[in-house]
């Protein structure tokens, strides 16, 4: 499949450089008042060489945050919580050992200075604690940002219709003929999926993540282009950020706030949303 002419998405990184900038200066400004209470001066270019240390790893480790959101999404299965809350020990070590590397490199190596950081068992409880909320934070922003990333083109086209209520319309389909497989790279080798055996696909940004059983498979391309591609009769938008096979659902049942829930045959469950029931039912009826 080809991919999508549109250029890389800067909008991620912008935000996320904002951010951290934002809490750089918020930090320092909290590290120099704590030190200002015990009775101790701190030069605030000390405090912000600490803070800038502690984000620029924050940083470094965000592109992993990311890809063990898409690989284990925490709303999926309930295991996914547990390998999140496990992912916490080796992000507080290498949150640690990387900044105390930079200090040591900054104070001791360019400035000449002293700053004392022993890597001792006390000092790596202490970041741990602080660091599991570190990490249920940015946990939050990376989810929360990819819907608001992935949201604009289904406003536009909600936008696009006569109601509030209407329901967005797929795109035509192409004059060429519906793929029946995908060529995925995995490891530096192409692997063929059969479009058939797709249980649902995931918007995750400029990408689209193809579940199959319990494996998933990252593609170059919008939801929207994938709906315009794939065949309607068998596979149809049921969220902003999801397409289902129709026939690899198995069970559907109300939910909450007049959404319904889709169990798929891989056991995975996603949400029906009521904007989107009435193109469902079009190919597979509730009855009550």
């Given at each position: 499949?080809s991919?999508?002419?549109?250029?890389?998405?800067?909008?991620?990184p912008a935000?996320?450089?904002?951010?951290?900038?934002?809490?750089v200066?918020a930090?320092?400004?909290?590290?120099?008042?704590?030190?200002?209470?015990r009775?101790?001066?701190?030069?605030?270019?000390?405090?912000?060489?600490i803070?800038?240390?502690?984000?620029?790893?924050?940083?470094?480790?965000?592109?992993?945050?990311?890809?063990l959101?898409?690989?284990?999404?925490?709303?999926?299965r309930?295991?996914?919580?547990?390998?999140?809350?496990?992912?916490v020990?080796?992000?507080?070590?290498?949150?640690?050992?990387?900044?105390?590397?930079l200090?040591?490199?900054?104070?001791?190596?360019?400035?000449?200075?002293?700053?004392?950081?022993?890597?001792?068992l006390?000092?790596?409880?202490?970041?741990?604690?602080?660091?599991?909320?570190?990490?249920?934070l940015?946990?939050?922003?990376v989810?929360?940002?990819?819907?608001?990333l992935?949201?604009?083109?289904?406003?536009a086209?909600?936008?696009?219709?006569?109601?509030?209520e209407?329901?967005?319309?797929?795109?035509q389909?192409?004059?060429?003929p519906?793929?029946?497989?995908?060529?995925?790279r995995?490891?530096?080798?192409?692997?063929?999926?059969?479009v058939?055996e797709?249980?649902?696909?995931?918007a995750?940004?400029?990408?689209?993540?193809?579940?199959?059983g319990?494996?998933?498979?990252?593609?170059?391309?919008?939801?929207?282009?994938?709906?315009?591609?794939l065949?309607?009769?068998?596979?149809?938008?049921?969220?902003?950020?999801?397409?289902?096979?129709?026939?690899?659902?198995?069970?559907?049942?109300p939910?909450?706030?007049?959404?319904?829930?889709?169990?798929l045959?891989?056991g995975?469950?996603?949400?029906?949303?009521?904007?989107?029931?009435?193109?469902?039912?079009?190919?597979?009826?509730?009855?009550t």
């Open positions: 499949m991919s999508p002419a549109s250029s890389f998405d800067w909008r991620l935000i996320w450089a904002a951010l951290l900038t934002v809490s200066f930090h320092t400004h909290v590290e120099i008042a704590n030190e200002t209470a009775g101790v001066g701190m030069p605030y270019g000390t405090a912000l060489a803070q800038v240390s502690s984000h620029l790893v924050v940083a470094a480790l965000l592109p992993v945050i990311y890809w959101h898409r690989r284990f999404p925490i709303g999926e309930p295991r996914n919580l547990v390998i999140h809350g496990a992912a020990v080796p992000f507080s070590i290498v949150h640690t050992v990387g900044m105390a590397a200090r040591f490199v900054w104070f001791g190596g360019i400035l000449g200075k002293t700053h004392s950081f022993p890597l001792t006390d000092r790596m409880l202490y970041e741990f604690a602080k660091d599991i909320i570190a990490y249920g940015l946990s939050a922003g989810v929360a940002l990819r819907h608001y992935t949201r604009p083109a289904d406003s086209v909600a936008a696009g219709a006569a109601t509030p209407a329901i967005p319309q797929p795109q389909p192409p004059l060429a519906r793929p029946e497989r995908f060529a995925v995995r490891k530096g080798r192409e692997i063929m999926v059969e058939g797709i249980d649902w696909i995931e995750s940004g400029n990408y689209a993540v193809l579940h199959v319990e494996e998933t498979f990252e593609i170059r391309s919008s939801l929207t282009r994938l709906e315009g591609e065949d309607p009769k068998r596979f149809v938008r049921v969220h902003k950020s999801h397409l289902v096979n129709i026939a690899r659902v198995v069970e559907v049942t939910w909450v706030s007049g959404d319904w829930r889709i169990r045959q891989g995975a469950e996603v949400n029906l949303s009521r904007r989107y029931r009435q193109r469902f039912e079009a190919l597979a009826p509730v009855r």
